[in-house]
């Protein structure tokens, strides 16, 4: 059976099964995959019949999936956009055809906000606040710089750039706290380990760690073991995500903190396509259940975690 | 003396290779209205002196004037503009286009940018007609021979008007009428004022059209002479530096009586054996120790039949044995196995790998036929290659050299050597001495002569008649991609008498 | 005079320049801790290891006149398939058993080749194509083997071939400096470089030599996977876990990189896997260069861009001729046309 | 294309013109092509017979659409290949181009002088790269590779994140709807990437231009000694696929009105494949620009597929796409050696 492994191929016509396409950013992380994985099951679980469409990180294929189905003729379009902007003609094109837009995961950077109806998602600048705050609080009535580095995303991409944003912001406030090196780890375990290999070689003194996912920040973790020395205790370490081995090395010391951005939106999205379809109006802006966690909570919350 | 003002005049040119001084301070000049023969061995320097000159290379020293200007190409475009029209030693051509492009390419006809491919085609066959060649122009140039090709790189040069008209080897593969048109078009050109330099390692053509001729030894100038006043035993001399004696015993036919084969059992015997579009079904039969010659006009289909009997291509019909046994040869590695060895006409892209030394290069079949697990030591090779070069007088005697900088007729020699060393016992060598000087020539059909009566059967084809009625035991006459008759070498056959049996086939 | 014209005289000078300033950077360049190697020439060299053994084989697959694209995903299989197997293990720590499941692996990236090898040879697909299909689909199914997600496992016998010692020198730089002397003995004491090397310059007359270049082709091809497949192993031991999505994501450029630094031409023929050696380590050290310099992530790509260009140029002979060498009147036109 | 016609079939027979022959066999060299055009047909017809609303006219025109900027770049790549060359930049020129288009938007320039200079800006890319791979004999491969580092280098360093578009002119050619029957529209850049299809395709069929980059690449020793412009026209090729990455690039900021340095990643590859699958080979010296156009269709088929399947996950996106591709070449690779 083919991913979602449901048999029905295309729609075969009962006319009360709502369609829903929705087009994914593609696979880049285990995130993503839970991602839709969650997508997946929860439309099965709802009845909702779904065109799954995997653009593969390009924005050109999800504007081609989209317009595929606009002339699919579907009933609700659901999309995490790859980047915020460039979304305007192909979202008037569905808004023209009658199909009301969700946006999930990402938002979208257009000045009509009548082109979608709703976005569900988590707001990166807001997970690099969370993030630095934890960090100010530390630190708080403490004297001495901190050196921290920070292992970004991808370069160019947009959680990359707003989890840096927020968590510079924040920190901006206690000016010993100091970003020393600052380098791309593509979000990947081995660039992680590969760049904190180095920042390990090239920084004298290394306080903290912030990293943009929770594969970074395990790569690194490697690193820093490897370099003799004990993650969560001689460095200091903070990521995002709370994925289900970011809460194990959390559980286990050798992370700090761990701000979550859940992946788990397909209950929530089945809702709103539903309150859409019903002719209902959701809100324009709903935010993922999502929380932080510390090494203590991570250890009762670890059990429940699926992905 | 009433000399007109030369055209062209090189004084001391120089030409440096890493390595090697290709040309030391050669004078040369060219007059108007006269054909010019370049005269010299293997890798004297011919090519790179008119390579020199039409800005292909740099020079490292002296002075090029045409037409009384000082001149410094600085490539063959430049060169062609102003009025030097160029046929390169080896055919260089885009195979990939069509007969027409090739010879109108660059200069096509066009109406308001666009070429006008039908006035295009219809110049391109009328110009070949005048080659006495009838050929689809829009048929892409690798479908043709090498011969063929050459012809039509004759044409492109021929074509363009110019002052000065070089010709590097055009007759290498060309059979007598093809020269002979050739040279009509060529008086032609020089009636009209036009001047010619020429190279070819055939005497007798040399004397039938030039008009004065410079001889280059070692990248040295020897001199400039009459070709009137110079008599091919000394021009020979001048070019070798030594008298040249070898031909003598073999011009007695007499001794060339088959020995051994009489009785012999055949080696190979194709019966009915043919490809379509490529020959007709033949019979044919090599016994040990004969040479049959393969004789035949451009395209009658020699070329085909040798690669079928080496499993270049296959065969679709007929049946081939050897050593008595049916066989069906698919691939060279087949022939191979059963000693049979193939040395292509078309040196350049089926002959020598250009990257690779001369060693590598005369090593590769006998260590293809090993297998990969079972490479020849180094001093083994070592040995085996000095030999042939020694024995093939290959210049320069350097084995590290790669294969592509030695001149035309030492990467011939390589090749040579490539198969000699497998000792095969069919040798089928299709125009193995193009290109090659006549002092090397003699050296290889001496060779063919020494294999066979060492046992070895030889399938020897080439365009210049001569040559195959000297090796040949018997000869197999090719017309239209058939073979029309078999011919047993003896007294009372000579090129008149093949031309008879080609042109009689050609009224049937 | 003869050293500065050596074809890999630039690019050993970059690689120097490199090294250099990684050492005013580093806390260690190279030191002996707990018995072994540690600083960032350790590093340097044990991170170069996959990257070396991708274009080790990519340099065959290139004498031939090809390319392998799939070298990518066949990693990536092929750490999903050994994470896979070891993580179902009763005792990870078995010697026996992951020695067992990395041969495993590694025949399946070697049957990959085997595919790889029989498009191109057999049934005469470009080889970019060829090799597309299985870079695409490759990926696949290595995330369908992984099921999208992360692998862990916990075998140390595992992740020593990545980040052990042995003679207190990286396991992993061991191994790709076996795969090294192997391939030169393999290439060089052989006729095998030889007949690569023909193939590479001319199918036909190689074909009219009594070549089987079909043979030699898919042989390359077979190779390059099995390189390609140690490589994956090396890559997900070295992070403990297989990740099938970015496993040797985009390696076969940075491969093919590393293979024309070391001055082996793209159209085939002559290749040189000391230059392979050399330009694998440098992308390697440029890589950690960068990190180390600290660049800017969005000034990370100029700066590569500037030392990629400083090496074409200086990997050309006419460029260094034209700035280094005596300056001449006018540029030479230097056709290699065989006479 | 040409209007060459007849060539013998390769039985090589010296007839000469055989007018009858023309009737049975389709003249060799174009047998890739019609081969893959088959193929493309049959399985367009696979999609409709299978798919509820494949069928539909807008399928056809959407594909156009979707990848106006796949042909606009493998138009480009078809003339650089042909010289036996290959421009791994195009993607990086196209984020270079949609950075700066937008950032200089939204700076205020007018966009009457955007839109030249960013098309200006990649053709002197080319034409850059071209001069190095002409004057200091680089590889075409490593050249082109430094210029992709330094494109998309460029982009990122102007903006990480992506720029909206806000322009009137930009929106205004993005939201021009041209119908072409009720209900089927198109836009401005797939009649763009279809004018650039056609321009390209006489200019490689019916200028000297065009014969002399078959000629370079058939082989570039040669065509240097017949006395053919090489190095102009070498550079000239990479000039044009800049210009056509730069076009390109024009197109996907018009489609998306917005900038972003990560546009178009790997994008090369998609084009360079789509040109060999159209028949192009990598060799150098053959080739059409209509094949390549075929290639792309065949690219952008698989993809609308894919989508109309709907129910795949990333892995089995990626399986069925190397399938699919699998498929259509060994299927085009049997016919066309069979009909030879
Ligand atoms: N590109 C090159 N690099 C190095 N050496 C070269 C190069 N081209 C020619 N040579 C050398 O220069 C010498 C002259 O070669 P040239 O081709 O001019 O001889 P030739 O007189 O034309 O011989 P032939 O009759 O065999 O064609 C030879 O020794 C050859 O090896
Ligand atoms: N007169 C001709 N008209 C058309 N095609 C010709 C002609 N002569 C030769 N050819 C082409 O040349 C090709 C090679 O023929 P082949 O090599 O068998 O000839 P050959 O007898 O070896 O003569 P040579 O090698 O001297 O040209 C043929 O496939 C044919 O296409
Ligand atoms: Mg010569
Ligand atoms: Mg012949």
């Given at each position: 059976g083919c991913g979602g492994g449901d048999d029905s191929s295309s729609g075969s016509g009962s006319d009360d099964k709502i369609v829903l396409g929705f087009s994914q950013v593609g696979a880049e992380s285990g995130w993503r995959t839970a991602n839709t994985k969650s997508i997946q099951d929860s439309a099965k679980a709802a009845g909702i019949e779904l065109k799954f469409a995997d653009a593969q990180g390009k924005q050109e294929n999800q504007i081609t999936a989209i317009r595929s189905f606009i002339t699919q003729k579907v009933d609700v379009i659901a999309f995490s956009p790859v980047v915020t902007s460039g979304w305007d003609a192909v979202l008037k094109e569905a808004k023209d055809a009658g199909i009301p837009v969700i946006l999930t995961d990402r938002s979208v950077d257009s000045q009509d906000t009548s082109l979608y109806v709703s976005f569900l998602g988590s707001d990166f600048v807001e997970e690099g606040k969370k993030a630095g705050q934890w960090l100010v609080d530390q630190y708080k009535g403490k004297t001495g710089t901190v050196n921290i580095v920070e292992l970004q995303g991808t370069t160019g991409a947009a959680p990359a750039i707003d989890r840096q944003k927020g968590f510079a912001d924040t920190i901006a406030s206690d000016p010993n706290l100091k970003v020393v090196k600052s380098q791309t780890g593509d979000f990947t375990r081995a660039q992680g380990k590969t760049v904190m290999e180095t920042f390990l070689q090239s920084t004298p003194k290394i306080d903290v760690l912030y990293a943009h996912n929770d594969d970074m920040g395990l790569g690194a973790i490697e690193a820093i073991e490897a370099a003799g020395k004990k993650p969560g205790t001689d460095i200091k370490i903070i990521t995002v995500d709370a994925v289900k081995d970011g809460m194990t090395a959390l559980s286990e010391g050798k992370i700090n903190y761990i701000v979550e951005c859940s992946p788990l939106l397909g209950p929530q999205l089945m809702d709103i396509v539903k309150q859409v379809k019903s002719g209902g109006t959701p809100e324009k802006r709903i935010l993922t259940k999502e929380t932080t966690f510390t090494q203590e909570q991570a250890k009762t919350e670890l059990p429940n975690r699926q992905y | 003396m009433g000399e007109p003002s030369p055209v062209l005049e090189m004084t001391g040119i120089r030409k440096v290779f890493p390595g090697v001084v290709a040309l030391d301070g050669v004078d040369f000049r060219l007059l108007p209205g006269e054909i010019h023969?370049?005269?010299?061995?293997?890798?004297?320097?011919?090519?790179?002196?008119?390579?020199?000159?039409?800005?292909?290379?740099?020079?490292?020293?002296?002075?090029?004037?045409?037409?009384?200007?000082?001149?410094?190409?600085?490539?063959?475009?430049?060169?062609?503009?102003?009025?030097?029209?160029?046929?390169?030693?080896?055919?260089?051509?885009?195979?990939?286009?069509?007969?027409?492009?090739?010879?109108?390419?660059?200069?096509?006809?066009?109406?308001?940018?666009?070429?006008?491919?039908?006035?295009?085609?219809?110049?391109?066959?009328?110009?070949?007609?005048?080659?006495?060649?009838?050929?689809?122009?829009?048929?892409?140039?690798?479908?043709?021979?090498?011969?063929?090709?050459?012809?039509?790189?004759?044409?492109?040069?021929?074509?363009?008007?110019?002052?000065?008209?070089?010709?590097?080897?055009?007759?290498?593969?060309?059979?007598?009428?093809?020269?002979?048109?050739?040279?009509?078009?060529?008086?032609?050109l020089k009636d009209d004022g036009v001047a010619i330099l020429f190279v070819s390692h055939f005497l007798d053509q040399v004397y039938e059209i030039s008009d004065r001729l410079t001889v280059l030894r070692n990248g040295q100038l020897i001199g400039e002479y009459k070709t009137a006043d110079l008599p091919q035993v000394q021009l020979v001399e001048k070019m070798i530096g030594k008298e040249l004696a070898v031909l003598e015993d073999l011009e007695d036919k007499s001794q060339r009586i088959r020995a051994k084969t009489a009785d012999a059992a055949p080696i190979l015997a194709a019966t009915g054996l043919g490809r379509t579009g490529a020959i007709s079904p033949f019979d044919l039969t090599i016994h040990q120790g004969e040479v049959v010659g393969l004789a035949g006009l451009l395209g009658s289909g020699r070329t085909e039949l040798a690669r079928l009997l080496f499993g270049a291509d296959r065969a679709d019909s007929g049946s081939l044995q050897i050593d008595g046994k049916d066989v069906t040869l698919r691939s060279p590695q087949a022939a191979m196995k059963r000693g049979i060895a193939f040395s292509s006409e078309n040196r350049r892209t089926e002959g020598i790998l250009g990257e690779l030394s001369v060693r590598e290069n005369i090593i590769l079949a006998l260590q293809a036929s090993r297998g990969w697990t079972r490479p020849i030591p180094r001093r083994k090779q070592d040995e085996i290659v000095d030999k042939y070069i020694k024995a093939l007088q290959i210049r320069p005697a350097d084995p590290e050299r790669e294969v592509r900088n030695l001149s035309g007729g030492n990467q011939q020699k390589v090749l040579l050597a490539r198969w000699l060393i497998t000792e095969p016992r069919l040798l089928i060598i299709d125009e193995p001495t193009r290109g090659i000087d006549v002092g090397a020539k003699a050296e290889i059909q001496k060779l063919v002569a020494e294999l066979s009566d060492g046992g070895m059967a030889v399938l020897f084809v080439s365009a210049e008649l001569e040559e195959v009625l000297r090796l040949s035991h018997k000869i197999e006459v090719l017309r239209d991609r058939r073979l029309v008759e078999e011919l047993e070498n003896t007294e009372g056959v000579d090129a008149d008498r093949i031309m008879q049996t080609i042109a009689s086939g050609a009224t049937q | 005079m003869t050293i500065i014209k050596h074809r890999l005289f630039w690019p050993s000078v970059i690689l120097v320049a490199l090294l250099v300033v990684n050492m005013f950077t580093a806390n260690q360049f190279i030191t002996v801790r707990d018995g072994h190697l540690f600083g960032v020439l350790p590093d340097i060299l044990r991170g170069s290891a996959p990257l070396l053994l991708v274009a080790l084989g990519m340099t065959l697959v290139i004498a031939t006149g090809g390319i392998d694209l799939s070298v990518g995903a066949v990693m990536a299989i092929s750490g999903a398939v050994a994470c896979l197997l070891i993580k179902d293990l009763g005792n990870q720590n078995a010697v026996g058993s992951v020695l067992l499941i990395m041969a495993v692996a590694i025949g399946a990236s070697l049957l990959l080749g085997l595919w790889?090898?029989?498009?191109?040879?057999?049934?005469?697909?470009?080889?970019?194509?060829?090799?597309?299909?299985?870079?695409?689909?490759?990926?696949?199914?290595?995330?369908?083997?992984?099921?999208?997600?992360?692998?862990?496992?916990?075998?140390?016998?595992?992740?020593?071939?990545?980040?052990?010692?042995?003679?207190?020198?990286?396991?992993?730089?061991?191994?790709?400096?076996?795969?090294?002397?192997?391939?030169?003995?393999?290439?060089?004491?052989?006729?095998?470089?030889?007949?690569?090397?023909?193939?590479?310059?001319?199918?036909?007359?190689?074909?009219?030599?009594?070549?089987?270049?079909?043979?030699?082709?898919?042989?390359?091809?077979?190779?390059?996977?099995?390189?390609?497949?140690?490589?994956?192993?090396?890559?997900?031991?070295?992070?403990?876990?297989?990740?099938?999505?970015?496993?040797?994501?985009?390696?076969?450029?940075?491969?093919?990189?590393?293979?024309?630094?070391?001055g082996t031409a793209l159209i085939g023929g002559r290749f040189s896997i000391a230059g392979t050696v050399i330009g694998a380590i440098l992308i390697q050290a440029l890589q950690v260069t960068v990190v180390a310099v600290g660049v800017p992530s969005k000034a990370t790509l100029l700066f590569k861009a500037v030392i990629v260009v400083a090496l074409c140029l200086s990997q050309s002979t006419t460029f260094r001729q034209k700035v280094f060498g005596r300056f001449k009147s006018r540029p030479a036109v230097t056709a290699e046309v065989p006479a | 294309m040409t209007t060459i016609d007849a060539t013998p079939a390769t039985n090589k027979t010296p007839s000469p013109t055989n007018p009858r022959r023309r009737v049975y066999l389709p003249n060799t060299k174009y047998i890739p092509i019609l081969a893959t055009l088959t193929l493309l047909l049959i399985m367009y017809f696979t999609g409709v017979a299978n798919y509820e609303n494949f069928g539909q006219p807008s399928v056809v025109v959407n594909l156009f659409r979707d990848n106006a900027v796949l042909i606009v770049v493998a138009v480009g790549m078809t003339f650089v290949i042909i010289t036996g060359g290959i421009d791994l930049s195009v993607g990086a020129v196209i984020s270079m181009t949609t950075t700066l288009t937008a950032t200089l938007l939204q700076a205020g320039w007018p966009p009457l002088v955007v839109l030249p200079a960013v098309l200006l800006l990649g053709s002197l890319l080319g034409m850059g790269m071209g001069a190095v791979i002409h004057y200091f004999k680089v590889e075409p491969f490593i050249a082109t590779l430094a210029g992709l580092f330094l494109a998309r280098g460029i982009a990122l360093f102007i903006n990480q994140s992506s720029i909206p578009i806000r322009d009137k002119l930009w929106k205004a050619m993005s939201e021009y709807r041209i119908v072409l029957a009720d209900g089927v529209v198109t836009k401005i850049t797939s009649v763009t990437a279809v004018v650039v299809v056609l321009i390209a395709a006489a200019v490689l069929a019916w200028t000297r231009f065009g014969r002399n980059v078959y000629a370079i690449g058939g082989n570039a020793d040669s065509a240097l000694l017949m006395g053919l412009p090489v190095g102009r026209t070498k550079i000239a090729v990479y000039t044009l696929s800049g210009f056509c990455a730069a076009l390109g690039g024009v197109l996907f900021s018009i489609n998306s009105t917005s900038g972003w340095a990560l546009q178009g990643q790997g994008l090369e590859l998609d084009a360079i494949a789509a040109c060999v699958i159209g028949g192009v080979l990598l060799t150098g010296g053959s080739g059409y620009v209509f094949g390549s156009l075929l290639g792309v269709m065949v690219y952008g088929l698989i993809q609308t597929i894919i989508t109309f399947q709907g129910d795949l996950n990333a892995a089995w996106t990626r399986i069925i796409v190397g399938l699919l591709l699998f498929g259509f070449i060994v299927l085009q690779r049997v016919v066309t050696r069979r009909a030879r």
């Open positions: - | 023969a370049l005269m010299g061995e293997n890798g004297a320097g011919k090519s790179t002196l008119i390579k020199v000159l039409t800005g292909v290379y740099d020079i490292d020293g002296g002075q090029i004037t045409l037409g009384g200007e000082q001149v410094d190409f600085t490539g063959p475009l430049q060169s062609q503009k102003a009025g030097v029209s160029t046929v390169y030693q080896e055919v260089n051509l885009c195979t990939n286009l069509t007969v027409a492009e090739n010879i109108f390419i660059g200069r096509e006809p066009r109406k308001f940018g666009r070429i006008q491919w039908g006035l295009m085609r219809k110049r391109a066959a009328e110009l070949l007609a005048r080659l006495d060649l009838n050929i689809d122009v829009s048929a892409t140039l690798d479908t043709y021979s090498l011969a063929i090709q050459q012809m039509v790189a004759i044409a492109r040069a021929v074509d363009v008007s110019a002052r000065v008209l070089i010709l590097d080897e055009p007759t290498s593969s060309l059979d007598a009428s093809e020269v002979a048109q050739l040279f009509t078009i060529m008086r032609r | 790889n090898g029989t498009l191109v040879a057999v049934v005469g697909i470009q080889p970019i194509i060829a090799t597309l299909i299985l870079m695409v689909a490759g990926r696949g199914v290595a995330q369908l083997v992984t099921d999208g997600q992360i692998i862990n496992v916990q075998s140390s016998p595992y992740a020593a071939i990545a980040t052990g010692h042995f003679l207190s020198v990286p396991i992993a730089f061991l191994i790709a400096i076996a795969a090294v002397v192997l391939t030169v003995l393999l290439t060089r004491r052989t006729a095998l470089g030889l007949l690569l090397e023909s193939v590479g310059g001319s199918p036909t007359a190689s074909r009219l030599a009594g070549i089987r270049a079909r043979r030699i082709t898919i042989m390359v091809y077979v190779v390059s996977g099995g390189l390609a497949g140690l490589a994956g192993l090396i890559y997900s031991a070295n992070i403990k876990s297989a990740d099938s999505i970015s496993a040797g994501n985009l390696i076969e450029l940075d491969a093919i990189l590393a293979v024309v630094i070391g | -």
